[in-house]
Structures are given as structure tokens and as C-alpha cells.
């Protein structure tokens, strides 16, 4: 039992992980679909902790149950096998411009809080997920396992010393924002990292074998999830002009424990270190399939095209490409909300 719950909160950190990237870790998502709506992202914020839990439990069960290998089979399952084949390519793309994010989230790391180059940043990334690569799913978890709970060892720790100690208006008002896009943001940014998790959660489902495991670990790291982003918009929400920042968990960091800021720095980029890992060895185990090459000219192949695409600049990235994948992903929400009854009788499916 004890071996089970361990293997449990290893699924865990890798979801977490996964999630975790670029804009939550570095604050810049968490201020776009949640701090800005004031108390009204706070009720966000518990809707997609709902959502996290319920639906990524739910995900690496049926991968479990239909034998997926890849998010290839799965879309497959939930689509058919001609609208699936559509919105697997869809997916190769997402994929490739969330790691172009992700790396350009570790530029905007290196750049705006280390003072180094852009490009160093990304290439410092780069090399260190070709190395973890090497180790395949070992190297996923042991990266987790050590970045995650800092990650919410320090959101915790901010969050308290705002709250205990008065730090600007904390959870802010409810947003004067009379276009009710406060309702639909937490569904946009759940299907968005569901959708994307799934690279990731597919194929380690189907190595876990096990469905307790996997459903228990889809809880726990649903529920580490909300607890990040609850704890990370309090501290946002006493940064005065929050949406100005590309980095604004450190700047928070900076004003109310600048003594532990380096160390905060690296967390952050180690969260985004284990999203660009997730992502690239769902999109390796997806090529493989379809492309008889070494594992690690395929994962050159990924970071070299992701490269290219995050040189247009972290800020933009996150700003028009999230929302439009958030959009392209309600689908696959949906779907997997839907009993197993109604879903069969879709005629999509059994195209």
C-alpha cells in the first residue's frame, strides 16, 4: 500500500510538473485568466481545481482502459479516426508552440531577472533537456520530484507573509470587468492544460498500468495544482501593476523576501525546465510512432523548430497563442466530461 501511494504522488509531481510551466510558474498565465478578475479569479481558481482533479484522473483512466501509448490513440478514441487524425496534427503543433513558450519563458528568466542574454537562457535549456532525455521516464520523475515541492513550499511561504502581514489588498476586489470573461477563463485555461497534459499523462499512464495509482495521482496533483494557484494569486494580487511584469512571481519574491529571490529565480526555472521535458517527450513518443529515427535526432528536431518560434519574444507568445489554444482545446473538455453512454452515440466517432 505504501509503495502504491508513493508511485501515487510520483504521477503526481509529474502532472503537477507538466502544468506547471512558463506562465503559471513564472505568475504571467495565473494574472492573465485569473489575478486580473480581482475575487472573481479567486472563484475561477476553484472552478479549475475542480477541473484538474476530476477531468486529468479521468484522462490517464481511459488511457489506461483503451491501451493508448500516445496522445495519438487517445484523440483517436474520443474523436474517431478521421477527426482525430485532424486534431492529432493540431496537437503536434500546439505542442511545439507551447515548448517554443516554455523556452522562451527561460530567455525571459535568464534576461529579466539574471541580467544574461536571451538566447543563453534558451540554450542552457535546451542542452539540459537533451541529457534528461536520455533517461526517459526516470528522468521525468526524478526532476519532478525534486522541483515540485519547492515550488509549493515557496508559494505557501509568499502567500502566508502577505497574508499575515497586510501586503496590499491581497485577493484585490471583484473585477469592475462587465464581460463576464472571468466565467469563461477557467474552462479555456483547464481544456488548454489538460489538452496539453495529455502528451504527457497518455503514455505514463500506460507505463503506470496500475488504475488506483494513476487516479489517485490525477487527484493529488489536481488538487497541488489549485492549491499553487490559489496561493500564487494571493501574492500576486499585492503587486501593484501586476500585468506589467514578464516574471511577476519573482518581482513578488524581490519586495517581500528578497533574501531567498535567487533561489525563488531558480525555482521558477526549474518548473519551466520540467515543462519543456513533459512536452518534448510527448511529442518524442508521438514521432516515434510515425517516424522510424533515434530518439535523440527527434528531440533535436522538436527544440531546433521550438528554438526558431520562442525568438519572437516570451510576452507575445503567451499572450496570442495560449488564449487560441485554450479555445482549439474546450473540445477535448468536453468530450471527456461527456459518460461513456453518451459518447458512443456521437456519430463523429465512429467515423
Not at 173 to 192: G, K
Not at 272 to 283: A, E, K, R
Request: charge should be neutral.
Amino acid at each position: 500500500m505504501r509503495g502504491k501511494w508513493l508511485s501515487a504522488f510520483q504521477v503526481a509531481a509529474v502532472y503537477v510538473g507538466t502544468v506547471v510551466g512558463a506562465g503559471f510558474a513564472t505568475g504571467k498565465e495565473i494574472v492573465e485568466f485569473f489575478t486580473q478578475y480581482g475575487l472573481y479569479g479567486l472563484i475561477g481558481i476553484l472552478l479549475s481545481g475542480c477541473l484538474f482533479m476530476w477531468i486529468g484522473a479521468k484522462m490517464m483512466i481511459v488511457s489506461q482502459e483503451i491501451g493508448a501509448k500516445s496522445y495519438k490513440e487517445f484523440n483517436e478514441y474520443l474523436f474517431g479516426n478521421k477527426i482525430g487524425t485532424i486534431v492529432n496534427i493540431l496537437m503536434l503543433l500546439v505542442l511545439v508552440g507551447v515548448t517554443s513558450v516554455m523556452l522562451s519563458g527561460a530567455g525571459a528568466v535568464f534576461h529579466e531577472q539574471l541580467g544574461l542574454p536571451y538566447l543563453t537562457g534558451i540554450g542552457i535549456t535546451i542542452i539540459l533537456t537533451v541529457g534528461v532525455m536520455f533517461f526517459g521516464v526516470k528522468g521525468l520523475f526524478g526532476v519532478n520530484l525534486v522541483v515540485v515541492p519547492i515550488m509549493v513550499l515557496f508559494s505557501l511561504i509568499l502567500a502566508s507573509k502577505v497574508l499575515m502581514g497586510g501586503e496590499g489588498p491581497v485577493l484585490g476586489a471583484f473585477s469592475s470587468d462587465t464581460s463576464l470573461r472571468w466565467i469563461v477563463s477557467p474552462f479555456i485555461y483547464t481544456a488548454f492544460n489538460l489538452a496539453m497534459a495529455q502528451a504527457v499523462l497518455v503514455p505514463l499512464a500506460n507505463e503506470v498500468k496500475d488504475r488506483s495509482i494513476v487516479k489517485w495521482g490525477g487527484i493529488i496533483g489536481g488538487g497541488i495544482l489549485c492549491l499553487i494557484l490559489i496561493t500564487n494569486h494571493i501574492s500576486l494580487s499585492s503587486l501593484p501593476n501586476v500585468g506589467q511584469f514578464e516574471i511577476p512571481m519573482a518581482e513578488v519574491m524581490k519586495t517581500l523576501m528578497f533574501s531567498f529571490y535567487w533561489l525563488y529565480v531558480l525555482v521558477i526555472y526549474g518548473e519551466i525546465f520540467t515543462s519543456v521535458i513533459g512536452d518534448v517527450f510527448g511529442l518524442e513518443r508521438q514521432i516515434k510512432t510515425a517516424i522510424r529515427l533515434p530518439s535523440i535526432l527527434i528531440v533535436t528536431g522538436i527544440l531546433t523548430v521550438a528554438f526558431f518560434i520562442s525568438l519572437f519574444g516570451y510576452g507575445s507568445l503567451i499572450s496570442i497563442l495560449y488564449p487560441i489554444f485554450g479555445y482549439m482545446s474546450l473540445t477535448v473538455l468536453f468530450l471527456l466530461v461527456l459518460p461513456e453512454s453518451v459518447l458512443d452515440r456521437i456519430p463523429f466517432r465512429n467515423s
